[in-house]
């Protein structure tokens, strides 16, 4: 007979007494006149790609370090996607497809990451986490400058599109000062 680790069976149970939880909170709700169906509504269409990313990331602590990780991932990125088309049902804003795909892709998975490593205190998580995050920001911040200036959208404050050389030269002297500090850290594990 094979019985399941203990540490399986007691993510199970915590969910199952999350579920429950969240059913007789919901029953409650209803007794006392409360129209969740109106909230989720007013919420916007989004709602429904942000909820399932937040139970998935939150889901992934119920799993032992590091096998939730993935669940974190996974998590963040949906999230990421509900909460960039929140932002684009709400100002019209669907061309900023062009560039907050970063925010997606490499920052909702550095997020996850991040997160996870802080929360089971996983250092290379965290590491490998700040640096995705880094480049998508990066990666948002020149697509944001190049498609809503050279396109004129408006939306570039006023000012910055002269300011943004200097921006390309600060990230340069990040990107080489991180550099230098990464490959002395591995000079010794050649």
């Not at 409650?28 to 942000?50: C, K, M, N, T």
């Amino acid at each position: 007979m094979n019985a399941q680790p203990s540490f399986e069976r007691g993510g199970v149970l915590v969910l199952g007494i999350l579920l429950i939880l969240a059913g007789l909170g919901a029953v409650a709700l209803q007794q006392a006149g409360v129209d969740f169906g109106r909230y989720v509504s007013e919420a916007g269409w989004p709602f429904f790609v942000i909820v399932p990313g937040v139970v998935l990331l939150a889901s992934s602590v119920l799993l032992p370090a590091p096998r939730g990780v993935g669940l974190a991932v996974a998590g963040s990125i949906v999230t990421t996607v509900g909460l960039v088309l929140r932002y684009q049902e709400a100002s019209d804003h669907w061309e900023s497809w062009a560039y907050a795909w970063a925010l997606v892709g490499p920052g909702g998975a550095g997020v996850g990451m991040l997160l996870y490593g802080l929360l089971f205190r996983q250092v290379d998580l965290v590491g490998a986490g700040l640096r995705l995050v880094a480049i998508a920001a990066v990666i948002f911040v020149v697509g944001f400058f190049f498609f809503e200036s050279v396109f004129q959208s408006g939306r570039v404050p006023a000012g910055l599109e002269t300011w943004w050389p200097l921006g390309l030269v600060a990230l340069g002297v990040v990107v080489l000062i991180g550099g230098l500090f990464d490959s002395t850290r591995h000079r010794g594990h050649v």
